[in-house]
């Protein structure tokens, strides 16, 4: 399984922005398809965007969408995340996720990449949004 590595988390007022990044160091991410997903104590994890491979097909829940961006750049075997005008509803720990053949799930409210096709996983980085 690959190695993820977050960063770019920290502290940041309401309204404010944050980019945070996924690399897995020794492994080519252009090969996997990449979730970005987000956890509180005591709340359930969610999934707030997704991107396959190539960059070219893009998944935001809706609770995200319009405010947050995700990309990637496969010569750089990095993808981002781009969080903006965040409210303290947005703290939590974002984590990347990466899987070989991930599918779609498409409802009346969203379409969102389906949480089980995502096989490998990192540790997460804090977003705390505070006044």
């Known amino acids: 399984q690959l190695h993820l590595v977050e960063s770019g988390g920290g502290s940041v007022q309401p309204g404010g922005s944050l980019r945070l990044s996924c690399k897995s160091p020794?492994?080519?991410?252009?090969?996997?398809?990449i979730a970005w997903f987000r956890q509180t104590p005591g709340k359930e994890r969610e999934e707030v965007s997704c991107?396959?491979?190539?960059?070219?097909?893009?998944n935001y829940a809706k609770s995200v969408k319009g405010r947050f961006t995700i990309s990637r750049d496969n010569t750089l075997n990095t993808v981002w995340l781009e969080i903006n005008n965040l409210t303290p509803d947005d703290t939590a720990v974002y984590t990347c996720?990466?899987?070989?053949?991930?599918?779609?799930?498409?409802?009346?409210?969203?379409?969102?990449?389906?949480?089980?096709?995502?096989?490998?996983w990192g540790q997460g980085t804090q977003v705390t949004v505070s006044s």
């Open positions: 996720a990466a899987g070989e053949n991930v599918k779609q799930r498409v409802t009346n409210i969203q379409t969102i990449c389906v949480e089980d096709d995502f096989k490998s």
């Open positions: 991107i396959n491979r190539s960059g070219g097909v893009r």
């Open positions: 020794g492994f080519n991410l252009g090969r996997y398809d």
